[in-house]
T-cell receptor, first 112, second 111 residues
Framework: KAGVTQTPRYLIKTRGQQVTLSCSPI?????VSWYQQTPGQGLQFLFE???????NKGNFPGRFSGRQFSNSRSEMNVSTLELGDSALYLC???????????FGDGTRLSIL | QKEVEQNSGPLSVPEGAIASLNCTYS??????FFWYRQYSGKSPELIMF????GDKEDGRFTAQLNKASQYVSLLIRDSQPSDSATYLC???????????FGAGTTVTVRA
């Protein structure tokens, strides 16, 4: 069974640009969550989607947004990139709600 | 106040010993708890989950949950050098559809 697939694996952007990250969940998983991981802040919750609906959002500015498609694939977008957005962005999928989440390999975003 | 706190470590144990990791949580609404292992440069990997009070064993790993005291622990028996990693504790509340993670405990198993 294929795991969670995130693309791209690495991205280098400059301040002010925008970026879109993609996540394909494990087949049959309808819940997709996004996290930001940095050395200083650890793993921080960004948002969770289920059946194309955002059910919860973490404490991040509006520059961070996401969506989920009918096939459960999800994208997150960060606009007007700042140096502090440099991080590992992780996507995790689960069957639903509080079921165990399985992480993808992540997208490492570097802002110059 | 952080929702999930872990003993910060680092924790160094000799090969073959038991590594004990602890985690406390503040949200009494948390109902499900997870332990993830993260190797350097890799993404977190689920190793245990526990929903009910008591112990849950899986191979060399035992998770313990005490909801009254709001703590979760992970024991790694017969520690191996391959167990050297950062271990993340996470708690989930079915009402808000998110996991809150602790800062992680770095474990080093000395050969």
């Amino acid at each position: 069974k294929a795991g969670v697939t995130q693309t791209p694996r690495y991205l280098i952007k400059t301040r002010g640009q925008q970026v879109t990250l993609s996540c394909s969940p494990i087949s049959g998983h309808r819940s997709v969550s996004w996290y930001q991981q940095t050395p200083g802040q650890g793993l921080q919750f960004l948002f969770e989607y289920f059946s194309e609906t955002q059910r919860n959002k973490g404490n991040f500015p509006g520059r961070f947004s996401g969506r989920q498609f009918s096939n459960s694939r999800s994208e997150m977008n960060v606009s007007t990139l700042e140096l502090g957005d440099s991080a590992l962005y992780l996507c995790a999928s689960s069957m639903a709600g509080n079921q165990p989440q399985h992480f993808g390999d992540g997208t490492r975003l570097s802002i110059l | 106040q952080k929702e999930v706190e872990q003993n910060s470590g680092p924790l160094s144990v000799p090969e073959g010993a038991i590594a004990s990791l602890n985690c406390t949580y503040s949200d009494r609404g948390s109902q499900s708890f997870f332990w993830y292992r993260q190797y350097s440069g890799k993404s977190p990997e689920l190793i245990m989950f526990i929903y009910s009070n008591g112990d849950k064993e899986d191979g060399r790993f035992t998770a313990q949950l005490n909801k009254a005291s709001q703590y979760v622990s992970l024991l790694i028996r017969d520690s191996q050098p391959s167990d050297s990693a950062t271990y993340l504790c996470a708690g989930g509340d079915s009402n808000d559809y998110k996991l809150s993670f602790g800062a992680g405990t770095t474990v080093t198993v000395r050969a």
